[in-house]
């Protein structure tokens, strides 16, 4: 069974930075795409960003492209978003989660239904 933990997440003003971490249990996790999924109150599960298994893939939304960066770490099974410039409206409960499919690299890894495994999740506030 795979085990996700979050972490990093807080209470920030607009404009300041976050980092949030995903320890993935397992021997397995270099070999799977990686995501970040944020629900903010109230609304469904959004897409915020995924890198593939090989990391020569990274997606983004729109509404945080150019702000926010996935990376990971296969050597400490963590992955990694970088959050910068945050704004109010990035207030959500941030999940990371990991691919169904090994060595996968599509552009589906922008939809939910390409995970298999989810955190419990990591809350960030930004407050304006």
């Known amino acids: 069974q795979v085990q996700l933990v979050e972490s990093g997440g807080g209470l920030v003003q607009a404009g300041d930075s976050l980092r949030l971490s995903c320890a993935a249990s397992?021997?397995?996790?270099?070999?799977?795409?990686m995501g970040w999924v944020r629900q903010a109150p109230g609304k469904e599960r959004v897409f915020a960003a995924a890198?593939?298994?090989?990391?020569?893939?990274?997606y983004y939304a729109d509404s945080v492209e150019g702000r926010f960066t996935i990376s990971r770490d296969n050597a400490k099974n963590t992955v990694f978003l970088q959050m910068n410039s945050l704004k109010p409206e990035d207030t959500a409960n941030y999940y990371c989660?990991?691919?169904?499919?090994?060595?996968?690299?599509?552009?589906?890894?922008?939809?939910?239904?390409?995970?298999?495994?989810w955190g419990q999740g990591t809350q960030v506030t930004v407050s304006s």
């Open positions: 989660a990991r691919d169904r499919r090994a060595y996968y690299s599509g552009n589906d890894l922008t939809g939910g239904a390409a995970y298999a495994y």
């Open positions: 890198m593939s298994w090989s990391g020569q893939r990274v």
């Open positions: 397992g021997r397995t996790f270099s070999s799977y795409a």
